[in-house]
């Protein structure tokens, strides 16, 4: 059972994918019957807010997108690269409009961490997690105020149990100027750690 709690959808069909929220369900209800913390909604757990590293952005300037998620205490989620095939990889994905490009996304380094459920340690994060999008505006983008919709998608766990796996919208929003323009540098707080 304890493969269950973090098998993806990703296997057999609806009918596997029924029984894996059917069973992920039961376990987080076993954890709170037996006394276990209050299990939030999944949507709850992961609070993404998103920062831009430019204001405004020069055509044809690099600049970056950085995406602060705030996991609640005694929950984690696993990194960009689980260790196991069966767990869901935390992914960040843009919809990018156009005169902008993807040049990186950058995760941070994951916690290895043992857990009841796994027999081995898992590659997780926890506490306040942020995802850094490296981008290039277009020599001819657009001029004005974007906005970038992106799309956080994880699966939260506390060290019983697993919730489902979610898709989480936040947006970042940029005004392009023209070629030239002296941008000032915002939240070197966020941007200036590496």
Known sequence: MRRVAHRP??????????????????????????GAQEI???????????YVSLAPVPQGAAFEV???AEILPGFHINSNKPLEDYLIATTLK??????????????????????????????????SVTVRLKLQAAGDAPLGAVKIPMTLRYQACND???LRPVNKPVVAEITVAAAGTKPQVQHPGIFGKR
């Open 160 to 162: 019983r149990a697993c």
């Open 94 to 127: 843009p919809e990018l409009p156009p005169g902008l490009r993807l040049v990186e996304t950058a995760f941070p380094k994951a916690k290895l961490q043992k857990f009841d459920f796994s027999e081995n340690a898992l590659a997780v994060f926890d506490g």
């Open 40 to 50: 939030p909604k999944a949507e709850a757990v992961v609070k993404p807010a998103a």
């Open 9 to 34: 959808e990703k296997q057999v069909g609806k009918t596997n994918l029924a029984i894996f929220a059917s069973l992920t369900t039961g376990l987080a209800l076993g954890a709170l019957a037996a």
């Open 66 to 68: 950085a995406v602060v």
